[in-house]
């Protein structure tokens, strides 16, 4: 028996967990339909991937949710985990799952995907024969991925560093890359049975003010400590900016870097996706606003080559979305995208050759750290100071870097902090900034974080 494998069994021997049947999950992937992969979605159509939001506590709700989502004319459906489990707090996971049963009323904010089980889920996932992409937020999401491929879920969301600094403040970012390395070998030999099995990196981070470079930065770090484990299909992503032309910049130089980098590091034969995520800043509480933004991000999406869109919905600024609101979203997309054909291609040159610059400028940084291990370089850097997550609550986070928009809603670096951009790349940004004059940097920051409302 391998290391690996004794490792899996250990984790998956767990007093919440049913009994794991390693040969039958094996049998299962090796039998599964080639619809439940996105991976297969990818590489046999051109179409851009719709995929919601969404997540209750019960399977009844999750299954009629996903009902919804098929009249509506999904491509991916998504499974949202509740943050107990997220926090690997299956007790009390278990605990609201049986009070949501007995009340009807949701105790948990999705679904506890450890607690209801691979058997169970399984059914549900293989009824619907759609690719479902697994979104948690979960630092240490061993087990539960290892449920989640079981249950027929061939896409996994996160990664040690999108999935830690914006969501935990004290979770040790060292034990988060070596968990993550698990998912990842977990992830490529599964991928040996049938399709591979997609990764997605979360893009958004914070979700608020990110500059690009950091956000390009972390999903190239992402996308190759993926790839160094084997895994063959990867999805880089970002979040609206606020900025048709940032948003264009930002996608042609995300595509173009993550195919160099991987190319460079020996990895030629992955197959490398872009997701774009609708505004996932603060919405308008003016549901017509609300309905515009979504058809707006729907056309950036189009504009900037997307290869699958994650949806909101016009009642974003009041909570959880009902599965009719969630489905209408869906529906209003499919509409855009349909009548979106033979859009430009447009971009701003010298935009992109700024933000490729400082990119490269902190990936060399990475890499000329003396560690002899990609994620023990990332850790490193982290730890120093030199890359970073605005706003991020995290302890370890060095929250010295300062955004603000300039007068075309771009993000611009305001203050770099660590950040290993050279001089002339953080004088270009500061050039582009002029502050108010009636605003410290501290209101300026506060309007431009809420932009869309």
């Known amino acids: 028996m391998s290391l690996l ?17 390693f040969d039958e999950i094996e049998e299962f992937i090796k039998g ?31 299954f009629k949710l996903y009902e919804e989502f ?12 509740d943050s107990n489990t997220r926090l690997n707090d299956y007790a009390t996971a278990k605990k609201m799952l049986e009070l949501s049963e007995e009340s009807d009323i949701d105790m948990l904010n999705g679904y506890p995907l450890i607690i209801h ?60 890359f070596l968990y993550w390395k698990y998912v990842e070998k977990v992830c490529a030999l599964y991928s040996k049975l049938n399709e591979p099995i997609n990764r997605e990196s979360f893009g958004p981070l914070s979700a608020t003010l990110q500059p690009p470079v950091i956000v390009i930065v972390i999903q190239l770090i992402e996308m190759l400590l993926s790839l160094e ?14 900025s048709i032309i940032q948003d264009i910049v930002t996608a042609n130089v995300l595509k173009k870097l993550a195919r160099e980098y991987a190319n460079r590091f020996g990895f030629g034969d992955a197959s490398i996706h872009l997701v774009y995520h609708q505004w996932m800043g603060a919405f308008p509480y003016n549901k017509v606003y609300s309905d515009a933004l979504i058809t707006t991000s729907t056309v950036i999406a189009s504009m900037v080559g997307a290869d699958k869109i994650i949806t909101k919905t016009r009642n974003e600024a009041f909570g959880i979305p009902t599965k009719e609101a969630n489905a209408q979203a869906v529906s209003s997309v499919q509409y855009t995208l349909n009548i979106l054909q033979g859009l430009p291609q ?30 023990r370089k990332v850790l490193n850097t982290i730890k120093n100071g030199y890359l970073e997550i605005p706003f991020s609550p995290h302890i370890i986070n060095a929250n010295e870097v300062i955004t603000v928009r300039d007068d075309a809603q771009n993000i611009r ?13 953080f004088e270009w940004e500061k050039s582009k900034i002029k502050l108010p004059k009636d605003k410290t940097v501290v209101e300026k920051i506060i309007q431009d974080i809420n932009i869309m409302v």
């Open 346 to 375: 447009i971009s701003d040159e010298e935009e992109e050759a700024h933000l490729t610059s400082m990119v490269n400028s902190v990936m060399e940084a990475i890499f000329n750290d003396n560690a002899d291990t990609l994620w």
């Open 229 to 242: 484990e084997g895994v063959k299909s990867f999805s880089v992503s970002f979040s609206q900016t606020g």
């Open 117 to 176: 089980g691979y058997r169970t889920t399984r059914k549900m996932i293989t009824h619907f024969n759609r690719p479902v992409s697994l979104r948690h937020g979960t630092p240490d999401a061993r087990l539960l991925v290892e449920v989640a491929l079981a249950s027929g879920i061939f896409e996994i969301e996160g990664g040690p560093i999108t999935y830690l600094l914006p969501y935990s403040k004290n979770f040790p970012l060292d034990k988060a």
């Open 413 to 425: 670096i305001y203050d770099r902090g660590k950040l290993p951009i050279s001089d002339k790349d």
């Open 5 to 21: 494998q004794k490792e899996r069994e250990a984790i998956t021997n767990n007093e919440f967990v049913e009994k794991f049947d």
């Open 70 to 81: 098929i009249k509506a004319g999904v491509d991916v459906l998504p499974l949202t985990i």
């Open 32 to 62: 599964a339909s080639k619809e439940l992969f996105i991976s297969h979605r990818f590489a046999t159509s051109s179409k851009m991937q719709v995929q919601p939001r969404g997540g209750f506590p019960t399977y009844e709700k999750v």
